[in-house]
């Protein structure tokens, strides 16, 4: 069992930057692939980024690739989400997800066994 907390969200005018943390308990933090979703309101959940279990190899959504940089610290049991050039699209909740078996892929809700209570983040024009 493994559970998250993220934190970091606000309010930030656009072309600022805001970093997300997103804290697991358990010892096994290591083992998991982690992913960042986003769900604005009257939308689905999408796919932001994943990380894998030694932060070797991301994932981004187009989306966000070249303004966003995931990132993990294995002996913190934390993985973080630097947002920069924020957009007024950006806004969302934002939530961090463990993913058990990397088989199953890393894009889509169903791929991921836990999921954080998300944490809201909204973009000014």
């Known amino acids: 069992q493994v559970q998250l907390v993220e934190s970091g969200g606000g309010l930030v005018q656009a072309g600022g930057s805001l970093r997300l943390s997103c804290l697991a308990s358990?010892?096994?933090?290591?083992?998991?692939?982690m992913g960042w979703f986003r769900q604005a309101p009257g939308k689905e959940r999408e796919f932001v980024t994943s990380?894998?279990?030694?932060?070797?190899?991301?994932d981004y959504a187009d989306s966000v690739k070249g303004r966003f940089t995931i990132s993990r610290d294995n002996a913190k049991n934390t993985v973080y989400l630097q947002m920069n050039s924020l957009k007024p699209e950006d806004t969302a909740v934002y939530y961090c997800?463990?993913?058990?078996?990397?088989?199953?892929?890393?894009?889509?809700?169903?791929?991921?066994?836990?999921w954080g209570q998300g944490t809201q983040v909204t973009v000014s024009s």
């Open positions: 997800a463990a993913e058990a078996d990397w088989r199953r892929g890393t894009r889509t809700v169903s791929d991921y066994d836990y």
């Open positions: 358990g010892r096994t933090f290591s083992s998991y692939v």
């Open positions: 990380i894998s279990r030694t932060g070797g190899i991301t």
